[in-house]
């Protein structure tokens, strides 16, 4: 019973099928697993597997054809959209492959939209936003525009933008995809230890082999199923 009070997501035989011409393409089926608080998870399988859908669906952005995903005590696919946008702003911090930073925005309001979103007053939203990049390394680049920064720069603003709500539940859906190895490491080495400080639940899809080998579980998906494997046998 204890193990069921920590699992902060629960997922029981999800499946998604999207149709295709006068067929249905099964992109998965029967997925079952839980997140227990506090857990970085790593999913990886390749490119189609279906890692971000589940992503989106652990988010309430997609519904699954069948099966249940409970997160924070909600079931998600009983949600209307409103309760559905409510869950996501409240509990979820997302990171994607592409940043999506405003690019006429600097830094600064970059991180601090999703409060200002909210409701809160500019000079609060601004003060956190502040503290947030402190905290992602990027203080000094405050003023910049996204297109003045780099890509590993701009990943860490979208990394402050996530969190700057205090989401329960991070998402990363190949977070470092489009960073070259250094930059990857290092805006991998932040987000872990942004988990821990936080004390975060984390999700992250990635096709990093050596990343997914660095988090507490991994999850891979292979010809619509899911597996359990050892984090150990990924770092060779």
């Given at each position: 019973?204890?193990?069921?009070?920590?699992?902060?997501?629960?997922?029981?035989?999800?499946?998604?099928?999207?149709?295709?011409?006068?067929?249905?393409?099964?992109?998965?089926?029967?997925?079952?697993?839980?997140?227990?608080?506090?857990?970085?998870?790593?999913?990886?399988?390749?490119?189609?597997?279906?890692?971000?859908?589940?992503?989106?669906?652990?988010?309430?952005?997609?519904?699954?054809?069948?099966?249940?995903?409970?997160?924070?005590?909600?079931?998600?696919?009983?949600?209307?959209?409103?309760?559905?946008?409510?869950?996501?702003?409240?509990?979820?911090?997302?990171?994607?492959?592409?940043?999506?930073?405003?690019?006429?925005?600097?830094a600064l309001e970059n991180a601090a939209m999703p409060l200002l979103l909210r409701g809160r007053s500019l000079p609060e939203a601004q003060a956190e936003a502040s503290r947030w990049l402190n905290?992602?390394?990027?203080?000094?680049?405050?003023?910049h525009r996204s297109g003045e920064l780099s890509g590993g720069e701009q990943q860490r603003i979208a990394l402050a933008r996530a969190l700057i709500t205090q989401p329960k539940i991070l998402l990363?859906?190949?977070?470092?995809?489009?960073?070259?190895?250094?930059?990857?490491?290092?805006?991998?080495?932040?987000?872990?230890?942004?988990?821990?400080?936080?004390?975060?639940?984390?999700?992250?899809?990635?096709?990093?082999?050596?990343?997914?080998?660095?988090?507490?579980?991994?999850?891979?998906?292979?010809?619509?199923?899911?597996?359990?494997?050892?984090?150990?046998?990924?770092?060779?």
């Open positions: 019973m204890h193990l069921m009070q920590q699992a902060v997501v629960r997922v029981e035989g999800l499946k998604k099928v999207f149709r295709s011409g006068k067929s249905d393409l099964v992109l998965f089926e029967n997925l079952s697993f839980q997140v227990e608080k506090g857990e970085m998870l790593a999913i990886v399988g390749e490119s189609g597997a279906g890692k971000s859908t589940l992503l989106h669906i652990l988010s309430a952005l997609d519904r699954a054809s069948a099966g249940d995903v409970y997160c924070a005590n909600l079931k998600l696919s009983s949600l209307p959209e409103d309760e559905a946008a409510d869950f996501r702003n409240r509990e979820i911090g997302f990171v994607w492959q592409f940043h999506y930073l405003l690019p006429e925005f600097t905290e992602v390394g990027l203080k000094e680049r405050a003023h990363a859906d190949e977070p470092t995809g489009d960073l070259d190895g250094g930059t990857a490491d290092s805006v991998f080495e932040l987000l872990s230890r942004l988990h821990r400080d936080y004390q975060l639940t984390s999700l992250i899809a990635t096709h990093n082999l050596g990343f997914a080998g660095r988090c507490d579980r991994v999850l891979r998906m292979h010809k619509g199923q899911m597996e359990e494997i050892a984090p150990a046998t990924l770092l060779g």
